[in-house]
């Protein structure tokens, strides 16, 4: 399944320095807003240690990890929902997006100007995710006025949107982001077309750590993005023994990497054997029929039942035909939702 994050924040706070880290793509990095006017796309490989120990054991002749792919967008600036600085254009971006990665600064570089000025995470975020609620605000006030005249010919599910969209509308009213409204998954669907912003799930990168961020509505991590960049440009080994030099259990990149995946509620199923160890990604709750038909939707359609065996048995046992003989490997039907860590092996007509 193919997943994106966009990276956001205003000018010159680190976009483009963290994508380039994240992938390694030198993609233009200037002291100057709009530098990035296209977005920059890149796909990085999700770190998971199972891999290389199930290949190991399986005697695989290649490792395929799960991927999530990052998306660089060009800065925004204050009145970006009316069109200032391109802004339409790079919302839209956005909205095509499954999440978002906003980053904060939070150093202090005169070499590096400030859009605003000065060095102020909050007011920065806040900037930010005003943007994404004025937008939403447009959008959701559009759809009322449609959805009105479509629940006075009484439309059941016409009725049901617009009681939906004025609770966001009263809530976006308030400053705060859709995406604080507990909603279930009829409800998600209902205004899964909408594609707002406000409600996409978020992730923040304070690129600095000289003070905290309170936030309320995601994650923050962290980062020394120019370090990262500089960590990022050795090679794989240098990474590990320099990591170690600074008592880290792993680069920051990697934790942005893993929270964001978290963040998308996705889980891993593996697959291994001589050809491959392959890791596959999965969102939370998903049934062993439709997890089997992302290998192939054969798959799915032929399903008779799944092999499972959780990662670490199959470790200790030190083979599949070990942990099949301790009796490990269970047996689950078209019932069975997929656990993260789960090696899979799917029967099908």
Request: one cysteine or more.
């Amino acid at each position: 399944m193919s997943l994106s994050i966009a990276i956001v924040g205003l000018p010159n706070v680190g976009k483009s320095t963290l994508f380039n880290a994240l992938t390694n793509k030198k993609v233009e990095a200037s002291n100057y807003p709009f530098c990035t006017i296209d977005p920059n796309v890149g796909v990085v490989k999700v770190p998971d240690e199972r891999l290389e120990k199930l290949a190991k054991i399986s005697k695989s002749k290649k490792i395929i990890p799960t991927v999530i792919e990052f998306i660089d967008i060009a800065g925004l600036v204050k009145g970006a929902y009316k069109g200032e600085g391109l802004g339409n254009k790079f919302l839209a971006n956005i909205r095509e997006c499954d999440a978002i990665c906003e980053v904060v600064r939070n150093f202090k570089d005169e070499n590096i100007s400030h859009v605003n000025g000065k060095i102020d995470p909050k007011e920065d975020r806040e900037t930010i995710n005003m943007e994404f609620i004025m937008a939403d605000m447009e959008t959701v006030e559009k759809r009322i006025l449609k959805t009105t005249k479509e629940a006075r010919g009484g439309g059941k599910e016409a009725i049901k949107l617009l009681k939906l969209l004025e609770k966001i509308k009263n809530l976006l009213d308030k400053g705060k982001g859709a995406r604080e409204l507990d909603l279930d998954e009829d409800e998600k669907n209902l205004i899964k077309t909408l594609n707002l912003l406000s409600i996409k799930p978020i992730i923040y990168v304070l690129n600095g750590e000289e003070e905290n961020l309170e936030i309320n509505d995601g994650e923050i991590i962290k980062l020394n993005i120019k370090l990262e960049e500089e960590i990022a440009a050795l090679s794989e080994e240098e990474q590990k023994e320099y990591i170690q030099e600074l008592g880290l259990g792993q680069s920051g990149l990697d934790k942005l990497i893993q929270a964001s995946y978290k963040l998308l509620e996705l889980i891993t199923f593996l697959t291994t054997g001589p050809e491959e160890t392959k890791a596959w990604t999965v969102k939370k709750g998903t049934k062993a029929p439709q997890s089997a038909g992302v290998i192939h939707t054969d798959f799915e359609k032929g399903f008779i039942r799944a092999e499972v065996v959780n990662w670490q048995e199959f470790l200790e046992a030190g083979s599949e035909a070990a942990a099949r003989d301790k009796g490990l490997i269970r047996t689950e039907g078209k019932n069975y939702i997929m656990r993260d860590g789960d090696v899979c092996h799917f029967l099908f007509n």
